[in-house]
T-cell receptor, first 114, second 110 residues
Framework: DVKVTQSSRYLVKRTGEKVFLECVQDMDHENMFWYRQDPGLGLRLIYF???????EKGDIPEGYSVSREKKERFSLILESASTNQTSMYLC?????????????FGPGTRLLVL | RKEVEQDPGPFNVPEGATVAFNCTYS??????FFWYRQDCRKEPKLLMS???SGNEDGRFTAQLNRASQYISLLIRDSKLSDSATYLC???????????FGKGTMLLVSP
């Protein structure tokens, strides 16, 4: 069974803290993605990765960085958390290849920045 | 023009009703199309892919109109468990990134 896990379901941090969100998939997928989802704005792509140590900016990368040291793990880093980064963060993975676009999502992390 | 547009709803329907959602996309070169379902406070999950010839999966039928650049989802004999947000999703480039619509909320009542 397909499985994407995220390190925390709920997280509360203070402004200025460094925040790490971890995502692990057990499907040997090449592609991994980080989104944030906000009411009225839908899902927005922050960063994605096609391979180990590879990363590409999505639509809203500002204020974020990522790390992919192993194929199964993709980390999202908020270098200095701000209140406007309060959101639901969703990780997803997919296979690399034509017509293999189905993305499988983790359960999400609800981050509150105070 | 937004890349993928959907009516946010909510669509309120009684059990057993038939309901249809449309979605328009702006990039005429888009390669593939999907409907995802997202339950309240849960992650999105693939409901079905949308093929040029149309496709059906039980009570769900998806259609693609490339000329008019819209996708539709028809749900027949609605169940209470169909209550969710339905996301229209487009692959604009043939690569692995997807563009998600903001979703259409469906509420099915007894």
């Amino acid at each position: 069974d397909v499985k994407v896990t995220q390190s925390s379901r709920y997280l509360v941090k203070r402004t200025g803290e460094k925040v790490f969100l971890e995502c692990v998939q057990d499907m040997d997928h090449e592609n991994m993605f980080w989104y944030r989802q906000d009411p009225g704005l839908g899902l927005r792509l922050i960063y994605f990765s096609y391979d180990v140590k590879m990363k590409e900016k999505g639509d809203i990368p500002e204020g974020y960085s990522v790390s992919r040291e192993k194929k199964e793990r993709f980390s999202l880093i908020l270098e200095s958390a701000s209140t406007n980064q309060t959101s639901m963060y969703l990780c997803a993975s997919s296979l690399l290849g034509e017509r293999e676009e189905t993305q499988y999502f983790g359960p999400g992390t609800r981050l509150l920045v105070l | 023009r937004k890349e993928v547009e959907q009516d946010p709803g909510p669509f309120n329907v009684p059990e057993g009703a038939t309901v249809a959602f449309n979605c328009t996309y702006s990039n005429s070169a888009s390669q593939s199309f999907f409907w995802y379902r997202q339950d309240c406070r849960k992650e999105p999950k693939l409901l079905m892919s949308v093929y040029s010839s149309g496709n059906e999966d039980g009570r769900f039928t998806a259609q693609l109109n490339r000329a008019s650049q819209y996708i539709s989802l028809l749900i027949r004999d609605s169940k209470l468990s169909d209550s969710a947000t339905y996301l229209c999703v487009v692959n604009p480039s043939g690569y692995s990134t997807l563009t998600f619509g903001k979703g259409t909320m469906l509420l099915v009542s007894p």
